[in-house]
T-cell receptor, first 113, second 116 residues
Framework: AQTVTQSQPEMSVQEAETVTLSCTYD???????LFWYKQPPSRQMILVIR??????QNATENRFSVNFQKAAKSFSLKISDSQLGDAAMYFC??????????FGKGTRLHILP | GAVVSQHPSWVICKSGTSVKIECRSL??????MFWYRQFPKQSLMLMAT?????????EQGVEKDKFLINHASLTLSTLTVTSAHPEDSSFYIC????????????FGPGTRLTVL
């Protein structure tokens, strides 16, 4: 079974600064995928970034990047140049190929103007 | 592209009645859809995996007779909450597995169910 742990229930960052959200996971699978999802107040789940475990290169999407440490089973999200629109719940998630996704408990990110 | 809709977005019902929630993939075919439940300020909890043309696979602890799932077509899955009670009040989210890439899901906007 897979588990996903987010140890930071809430975080705050000053606008334009950089923040890192932590996530650890556990899986016995060799072929798996990791995700960060954003859930704004509208509650629509938005995929922020996706990492395939077999790829060593860290995924990036504009201001969002991950630090994927496979041996440590760590998958942190870095948000650069934080913007007010980044305020949301962020969920780390893991899943096997063609299988269900398991979500962490989430980190609520506040952006301070 | 890759839009998933849910209907209704918000529903209020009386205790003891049944409520049906629809999940549609609008511009792609989805052989697999997922149903999640989310309590306030909590994470998404997977309830079941819905496969077109076959029975849904329920997660441990989810009552299959209470939460009926039907996936009759490649673009529609339904969740029926039978004999609803106030404790069934929650936010229900569906997602559809992407046919374009491995293990990617497209999420619907969710349905808020309130049982009086």
């Amino acid at each position: 079974a897979q588990t996903v742990t987010q140890s930071q229930p809430e975080m705050s960052v000053q606008e334009a600064e950089t923040v890192t959200l932590s996530c650890t996971y556990d899986t016995s699978e060799s072929d798996y995928y990791l995700f960060w999802y954003k859930q704004p107040p509208s509650r629509q789940m938005i995929l922020v970034i996706r990492q395939e475990a077999y790829k060593q290169q860290n995924a990036t999407e504009n201001r969002f990047s991950v630090n994927f440490q496979k041996a440590a089973k760590s998958f942190s999200l870095k948000i650069s140049d934080s913007q007010l629109g980044d305020a949301a719940m962020y969920f780390c998630a893991a899943g096997n190929r063609d299988d269900k996704i398991i979500f962490g408990k989430g980190t609520r990110l506040h952006i301070l103007p | 592209g890759a839009v998933v809709s849910q209907h209704p977005s918000w529903v209020i019902c009386k205790s003891g009645t049944s409520v049906k929630i629809e999940c549609r993939s609008l511009d792609f075919q989805a052989t697999t859809m997922f149903w999640y439940r989310q309590f306030p300020k909590q994470s998404l909890m997977l309830m079941a995996t819905s496969n077109e043309g076959s029975k849904a696979t329920y997660e441990q602890g989810v009552e299959k007779d209470k939460f009926l799932i039907n996936h009759a077509s490649l673009t529609l899955s339904t969740l029926t909450v039978t004999s609803a009670h106030p404790e069934d009040s929650s936010f229900y989210i569906c997602s559809a597995r992407s046919p374009f890439s491995y293990n990617e899901q497209f999420f619907g906007p969710g349905t808020r169910l309130t049982v009086l």
